[in-house]
T-cell receptor, first 114, second 111 residues
């Protein structure tokens, strides 16, 4: 069964460093998403992406964040200058269409900022 | 802003029992509601999706209901098994692309 994959599974970085989290969505899906979950808190929406551009973003997704689809399979989330409060589990998701469609989640990348 | 609440926060039941998990949301203008399972340190596994026009969905031992007007959904698990132990999350999709998640119910099924 097709699934969303994410790399790396864990990343430790120093405050102020740039990190890139990678995702491979399900191949025939058109909509891609990033969510994050700070330990003990709700899963929160960051951004959605369609047709090579951002279609929606939350207040969390500020200028420090960017997304890109560099090729036909990968979808990346970049954090330019990490802060301590960026430590969280980051989930990538994809869906075939946007509304009334199941979003399929990857296993997540656990980011720890020291 | 949409707020999603799940009650109870944690639940322990003996194996074989039927159980109900509750989810409520503040804005009834939703496109769909999705139930997920999350195992410790792992990703989210989609269990059921209910469109806004539907009242319930069933998959195996799971049955989810939706009452959009009152802002409520329930997830019914029949004949619970130890393998059902996990955190169950509900999420609603509104006019935007994103899902609003609840804080989850941590279920423990005792053998």
């Amino acid at each position: 069964e097709p699934e969303v994959t994410q790399t790396p599974s864990h990343q430790v970085t120093q405050m102020g460093q740039e990190v890139i989290l990678r995702c491979v969505p399900i191949s025939n899906h058109l909509y891609f998403y990033w969510y994050r979950q700070i330990l003990g808190q709700k899963v929160e929406f960051l951004v959605s992406f369609y047709n090579n551009e951002i279609s929606e973003k939350s207040e969390i997704f500020d200028d420090q964040f960017s997304v890109e689809r560099p090729d036909g399979s990968n979808f990346t989330l970049k954090i330019r200058s990490t802060k301590l409060e960026d430590s969280a589990m980051y989930f990538c998701a994809s869906s075939e269409l946007v509304q009334e469609e199941t979003q399929y989640f990857g296993p997540g990348t656990r980011l720890l900022v020291l | 802003k949409q707020e999603v609440t799940q009650i109870p926060a944690a639940l322990s039941v003996p194996e074989g029992e039927n159980l109900v998990l509750n989810c409520s949301f503040t804005d009834s203008a939703i496109y769909n509601l999705q139930w997920f399972r999350q195992d410790p340190g792992k990703g989210l596994t989609s269990l059921l999706l209910i469109q806004s026009s539907q009242r319930e969905q069933t998959s195996g031992r799971l049955n989810a209901s939706l009452d959009k007007s009152s802002g409520r959904s329930t997830l019914y698990i029949a004949a619970s098994q130890p393998g059902d132990s996990a955190t169950y999350l509900c999420a609603v999709q509104t006019g935007a692309n994103n899902l609003f998640f609840g804080t989850g119910t941590r279920l423990t099924v005792i053998p």
